[in-house]
Nanobody
């Protein structure tokens, strides 16, 4: 089982980034995929989740209206489009897989994380 998150980097406040999460080794289309982030000294925060088949989406209040999650089951990939980025969005971003959609970090499989830094 592998989840590979990528697309992080340094971006100015107000800028945009798109993160990708490529999965392998499990039945991707049977799992919900979530994005989490963790800043230094803070708990891991669930920010978005997309269900396995109906593409129902969920967002934390902190990112609602700025971030968009989507998935392409043919490519075993989930995307997180981030716009209007703020310095407080700086964190390591992780993708993870779970059988039932949830914003709690009780997920079955985790990727390695990609760093997002929002700074001028």
């Amino acid at each position: 089982v592998q989840l590979q998150a990528s697309g992080g980097g340094l971006v100015q406040p107000g800028g945009s980034l798109t993160l990708s999460c490529v999965a392998s080794g499990f039945a991707f289309d049977a799992y919900a995929i979530g994005w989490f982030r963790q800043a230094p000294g803070k708990d891991r925060e669930g920010i978005s989740c997309i269900s396995s088949r109906n593409n129902n989406t969920y967002y934390a209040d902190s990112v609602k209206g700025r971030f968009t999650i989507s998935r392409d089951n043919a490519k075993n990939t989930v995307y997180l489009q981030m716009s209007g980025l703020k310095p407080e969005d700086s964190a390591v971003y992780y993708c993870a897989a779970v059988s039932v959609p949830s914003m709690s970090p009780l997920y079955d499989y985790w990727g390695q994380g990609t760093q997002v830094t929002v700074s001028s």
